[in-house]
């Protein structure tokens, strides 16, 4: 009896060794052959669940954002407002080796969605994504009294997605000088700034 696949189990898997290859080996080396001689799979395989080089890269990039927001739910269980934000800035910033790699898929995928306008529009939707889940940190520390009621709550979640976007590029450029302790002083500044802004 043939073995049942299970395509979206598979599509994962491949999307994983992916996002490995880029990460380790930069853009040049996400091609279907590649990846198929990392995965173990054929290249007719790979082919199967991948058109082109930008749906692989794109899945690639699904695949990173998937680890993260695994990430940072489960370090926001139990929390709330400003607390819950604080930890949700910390599950972005590239703090391990594995956190790292996440970005290096990012900022290659991104430099792609900056010249090519199909993917410029999947990281828009991504973006707004990202922003929506920082926005309910903050809404929340507002109905907690934690920030001001007049706060603008999508301005200050795209700040902080931006900023928090910054502080990862430049850690990734020299990951000796942001060690643990820095990106931490980093996300608790971010946390002092919107409070700063938000007088209660």
Partial sequence: M?????HSER???LSAVAAQVIAARGLEAATIREIAQASGYSKGVVEHYFDDKEQLISAALDSANHRYE???????????GLAALRQRILATLPMTSAERDEWKV???????????PQLRQRQRRRFGRAIMSFEQDIKVAVQAG????????QVQARRIVNMTTGISAAALHNPGFYSRALLT?????LITQIKRESPV
């Fill in 106 to 116: 990012r900022l290659v995928f991104w430099s792609l969605a900056a010249i090519q």
């Fill in 146 to 153: 934690e920030l001001s009621v007049g706060s603008d709550t």
């Fill in 2 to 6: 043939p073995k049942i696949v299970d």
């Fill in 185 to 189: 002083a980093e996300a608790d500044y």
């Fill in 11 to 13: 599509r994962a898997e």
């Fill in 70 to 80: 695994v990430r940072a739910t489960k370090a926001t269980a139990g929390l709330q």
